[in-house]
């Protein structure tokens, strides 16, 4: 069977994307690759699906809650190395909804007055960030476009906050750096920074063996619900479509299968997906704690590790 899909249940930019990028074939199969965070967060129903996954036991467990119980760890530790002085300004990359730098900010505002800014992608994000930052009671949170930021605009954020001679300090948590190739997104980072600023990063850690498949966490219906608005972005249906995951190069991809096929077209361009067909909508890159050690020799002049007791999580606390 043969489904058309016309330009109007179509997002542009998703299109736009798959044109831009194209396929590789594996046998007579194609396989799309639109593993693009931008694309996740494009109108707030996906923004709230993520947040939703976060609140999901497997997921949440694994991603989320992991990381801010070692937060109220080693947070003491860490806001003793990043204050000078009595006020402070944080910079929270991939903000969300504002929960991850909670645990932060809480011990931090207990010795310094907090200028909180939060970045994300999705304006969606940015205003729940706000608003729930606000209820702690910070000193100032920054409310103006460069909000709603990738790390191409990085360099211009930092530099107007730090306009009055403060020191920053930069929040990359929740595992969000393995969204990203990671030299790409460090380089990014640095770039960023001034000398004597300081990031910390919230990373997994894979110490999986090799029959042991980290993908696992992420095959679940509430990963699928969120992921799933990409392809609904460009018109398909939940039944002609079939979702998965696997652990390849070093990353978690999740994937959708095509189980009917489809031709969509969008101004005066066509797509035609065939059963069998793949489009890969997520990676998540997975490294060892030894990757993380040799990486942040490149970018930074020091570096100090946190790993959890299981070995799972690790907060790593980084100076330019």
């Known amino acids: 069977m043969v489904i058309d899909t016309d330009d109007s249940s179509i997002n542009g930019l998703i299109f736009k994307e798959l044109i831009k990028r194209g396929y590789s074939l594996d046998g007579d199969r194609k396989i799309w690759n639109i593993a693009d965070s931008k694309l996740w967060y494009l109108t707030?129903?996906?923004?709230?699906?993520?947040?939703?996954?976060?609140?999901s036991k497997?997921?949440?467990?694994?991603?989320?809650?992991?990381?801010?119980?070692?937060?109220?760890?080693?947070?003491?530790?860490?806001?003793?190395?990043?204050?000078?002085?009595?006020?402070?300004?944080?910079?929270?990359?991939?903000?969300?909804?504002?929960?991850?730098?909670?645990?932060?900010?809480n011990y931090i505002k207990q010795k310094a007055k907090i200028t909180y800014c939060p970045i994300d992608i999705s304006s969606?994000?940015?205003?729940?960030?706000?608003?729930?930052?606000?209820?702690?009671?910070?000193?100032k949170v920054v409310n103006f476009k460069w909000n709603i930021s990738d790390f191409e605009n990085m360099e211009?954020?930092?530099?107007?906050?730090?306009?009055?001679?403060?020191?920053?300090?930069?929040?990359?948590?929740?595992?969000?750096?393995?969204?990203?190739?990671?030299h790409d997104a460090l380089y990014s980072l640095r770039q960023s920074m001034e000398d004597g600023e300081s990031l910390l990063l919230g990373v997994p850690i894979n110490n999986t063996s090799e029959d042991e498949d980290p993908s696992k966490n992420y095959n679940s219906k509430s990963v699928d619900f969120f992921l799933g608005h990409v392809l609904k972005g460009i018109g398909f249906k939940k039944d002609e479509i079939k979702?998965?995951?696997?652990?390849?190069?070093?990353?978690?991809?999740?994937?959708?299968?095509?189980?009917k096929k489809k031709i969509i077209h969008f101004n005066d361009k066509e797509i035609v997906f065939n059963v069998g067909d793949e489009l890969i909508v997520a990676v998540s890159y997975k490294y060892s704690i030894s990757d993380y050690e040799s990486s942040m020799k490149l970018y930074f002049s020091e570096s100090k590790f946190f790993l959890n007791d299981e070995k799972s999580w690790a907060l790593i606390l980084c100076k330019k």
């Open 44 to 55: 707030s129903e996906q923004a709230q699906a993520y947040l939703d996954l976060e609140n």
């Open 156 to 182: 211009n954020v930092t530099s107007l906050l730090r306009a009055d001679g403060k020191k920053l300090f930069l929040l990359f948590l929740g595992g969000t750096i393995g969204n990203f190739e990671v």
């Open 58 to 105: 497997k997921y949440g467990d694994s991603m989320i809650n992991v990381e801010i119980d070692f937060l109220k760890k080693v947070m003491p530790e860490i806001s003793d190395e990043v204050l000078e002085g009595d006020e402070i300004t944080l910079i929270d990359i991939g903000c969300g909804d504002g929960k991850k730098a909670v645990v932060p900010i």
């Open 124 to 139: 969606y994000m940015v205003e729940k960030a706000i608003k729930n930052i606000s209820e702690l009671k910070v000193n």
């Open 243 to 259: 979702f998965g995951t696997r652990f390849k190069n070093f990353r978690v991809e999740c994937f959708y299968t095509i189980q």
